[in-house]
């Protein structure tokens, strides 16, 4: 089987092509990557030696560069995007650029070439907010309403994939995911910039009353989760995924990581003004993916944040350039 992976370079695609090497030494994969900041390709350097791997550096939205890559695909897995909301507000064109244009010109090459299956990797930030006194939870029955233009791109990108299914005949699939963490994901994001701030010596930024409540779920997890619906999974359908049964706001979650890194709330706590339109309450039921395949969470929270303050204990190399760069954007935005 060959696998065509995009954005393999950035956090979950390279936890993707790690455990489906390691599970399917067989297959061959194609890691196609635009290397923008938030890609690394040596994360893979491993994989390198083998003769079953292959980088190739490319954009999405470059049609005549996604039709070489495709040829002789079997299945696609599109993890390629923007993916920060705080990014998105700073400038929202290169969101569209990829996260629609590209996903278009992957569709396109990928019904030329007659692949069996297209899986559209994205988000439960497209279904909008809940309330904090709502006790519903984001299904695959919910009506999207994104709120940035982050999740409005990719709200896009999954009417679009769909739309080739319907209009084409494409095998597609969609999972729709909650807030992932774990190794290799880039310190701009809440649960890496939370540790990377405390290994440095520097308190963590809690937006607002800290109340806003978000699914966890450990990339391993997401991953295992993808490989069943690209194994079992039903062609035009999407799978929402979770990994929480209980709600968990960000200010439990920062007490959960300073009490791993044993530090006192008192004294590591800093609460920073609140950003445009951040939403207030993401829950997802992950029942249908439970029921029709089996799939389920291995880690619980407190397992999931014991391995991620470990990898990032001890990969410091791997994370101080990319904490400078991650700082000065948000130290840029505050200046706005
Ligand atoms: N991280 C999360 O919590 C989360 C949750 C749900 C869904 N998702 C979705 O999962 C996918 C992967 O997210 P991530 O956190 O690994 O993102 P990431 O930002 O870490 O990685 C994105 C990768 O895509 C590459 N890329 C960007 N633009 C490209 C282009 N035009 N052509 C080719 N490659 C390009 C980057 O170089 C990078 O390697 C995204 O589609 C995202 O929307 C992420």
Redesign the pocket.
């Known amino acids: 089987m060959k696998i065509l992976i995009?954005?393999g370079?950035?956090?979950?695609?390279t936890n993707f092509i790690l455990y489906h090497h390691q599970h399917f030494p067989q297959d061959q994969i194609i890691n196609?990557?635009?290397?923008?900041y938030?890609?690394d390709k040596s994360n893979l350097k491993e994989l390198e030696k083998t003769s079953r791997y292959h980088f190739v550096l490319?954009?999405?939205?470059d049609r005549k560069m996604v039709d070489r890559v495709m040829r002789g695909v079997d299945l696609v897995v599109n993890?390629?995007?923007?993916?920060?909301v705080d990014r998105s507000i700073a400038n929202p064109r290169a969101f569209l650029e990829?996260n629609v244009l590209?996903t278009y010109c992957l569709l396109e090459a990928a019904l030329e070439n007659k692949v069996s299956r297209f899986h559209h990797?994205?988000?439960d930030e497209v279904f909008g907010a809940l309330s904090l006194a709502s006790k519903n939870k984001f299904s695959e029955q919910t009506k999207y309403d994104p709120s940035s233009p982050y999740s409005a791109s990719?709200a896009a990108s999954d009417h679009l994939v769909l739309s080739y299914y319907h209009t084409f005949g494409l095998p597609v699939t969609i999972t729709n995911?909650?807030?992932?963490y774990g190794p290799y994901?880039?310190p701009e994001?809440f649960i890496p910039r939370m540790i990377t701030n405390l290994l440095l010596g520097q308190k963590i930024p809690i937006y607002g009353d800290g109340k806003h409540v978000r699914d966890w779920l450990y990339v391993e997890d997401h991953v295992r989760a993808v490989e069943a619906v690209l194994a079992h999974g039903k062609p035009g359908e999407t799978y929402c995924v979770g990994g929480l049964k209980k709600d968990v706001n960000n200010l439990t979650l920062a007490k959960a990581i300073l009490k791993i890194m044993k530090k006192d709330p008192d004294k590591w706590l800093e609460f920073v003004s609140d950003r445009a339109g951040h939403d207030r309450r993401y829950a997802v039921s992950w029942q249908k993916i439970n029921q029709d395949l089996g799939w389920e969470p291995k880690y619980s929270l407190e397992e999931g944040l014991r391995a991620t303050v470990s990898w990032y204990q001890n990969n410091q190399t791997w994370w101080q350039n990319k904490k400078k760069e991650a700082e000065s954007f948000y130290q840029e935005l505050a200046k706005k």
């Open positions: 995009t954005g370079a950035g956090f979950i695609g196609f990557d635009k290397l923008t938030a890609g490319g954009d999405i939205a993890f390629a995007a923007e993916s920060h990829t590209g990797i994205s988000t990719k995911c909650s807030n992932n994901q880039y994001k």
